[in-house]
């Protein structure tokens, strides 16, 4: 790979390598913590219509992050191997989805200052897919 073909390509790494900590991050402290995790979504969502599925929910927010992170990281290497940041492209689609997944949650739970936290990640991973996107026309 060329200096150069890095060089253009720093945002999408810095970005990249951030969603991997977070992602990687927050899903290990939900598989490290399952127990806690639980016990307080539980009572966070005691009063919604999605009470009773705390626990699938929780597992499949976890290994959404989970996959998002190690995806993105993965994508990384990917890029400094072959030039390519499809990878990173596929992971901030995932990140995306596993973001706008915890924004219904909060929403529906009323909890709409933790909604709005999300939203510059999600704005991160809007331009992280601008930025790796392959679809794109030059």
């Given at each position: ?24 991050q ?52 990917y ?60």
């Amino acid at each position: 790979m060329q200096f150069e073909e890095l060089g253009k390509n720093i945002p999408a790494l810095f970005s990249a390598l951030l969603v991997s900590i977070l992602f990687i991050q927050s899903g290990l402290d939900k598989v490290f913590d399952w127990k806690g995790n639980l016990e307080w979504l539980t009572g966070h969502f005691s009063k919604t219509f999605l009470r009773a599925m705390v626990s699938p929910m929780l597992a499949t927010i976890t290994l959404m992050e989970i996959a998002t992170g190690f995806l993105s990281a993965v994508g990384i290497v990917y890029f400094l191997i072959a030039g390519s940041t499809v990878l990173i492209f596929y992971a901030s689609i995932l990140g995306a989805a596993s973001i706008v997944a915890l924004f219904f949650g909060q929403r529906v739970a009323k909890d709409y200052a933790g909604a709005a936290v999300l939203i510059p990640y999600l704005i991160l991973l809007i331009i992280l897919m601008y930025l790796t996107n392959p679809f794109q026309k030059n």
